[in-house]
């Protein structure tokens, strides 16, 4: 599909705009990302979609979010992913049987959390520090994902 702008003079142009172009520069750097499935697990809203919106805009799906331990455990059941993000403090309860449980069945996830010292046990998960930055994101899901 080309992306047309009209110049001016009212003659069409077939030409991306730097908005486009700095879209296909980050799927172009972040590659090993287009069209993975990443799972959400996170409950303040607003961090959700933040997150939401990165992954889509390196070239990657969302395939669910769950914004609490039952949630996320129904995903984990039910849906089909390559990697997840899990905030580690869903509404008072802390995910770290989850983390257990993705360790446990091979399944690549990162840590997105305000609470790092509490993830020492778990010494080679990405842990990303928030708030969470594009740049950071895509380096933590792609080393997660690593060989896959």
Not at 15 to 42: D, F
Not at 107 to 136: M, R
Request: net charge negative; glycine share 6%.
């Amino acid at each position: 599909m080309e992306n047309t702008i009209q110049t001016t003079n009212g003659d069409d142009a077939t030409k991306p705009t730097s908005t486009q172009k700095g879209r296909v520069a980050k799927r172009n750097k972040w590659v090993q990302l287009q069209n993975k499935r990443i799972l959400i697990v996170e409950d303040e809203a607003m961090q959700a979609l933040h997150l939401a919106v990165m992954i889509e805009e390196l070239g990657a799906q969302v395939v669910g979010i769950a914004t609490s331990v039952q949630a996320a455990l129904a995903e984990l059941a039910v849906t089909g992913f390559d990697c997840v993000t899990l905030d580690l403090n869903l509404h008072g309860f802390f995910s770290l049987g989850i983390v257990k449980g993705l360790r446990d069945m091979d399944i690549p996830f990162i840590i997105c959390t305000a609470y790092g010292d509490i993830v020492s046990d778990f010494p080679d998960a990405p842990v990303l520090q928030k708030p969470i930055t594009e740049e950071v994101l895509a380096e933590a899901l792609s080393q997660a994902m690593k060989g896959r």
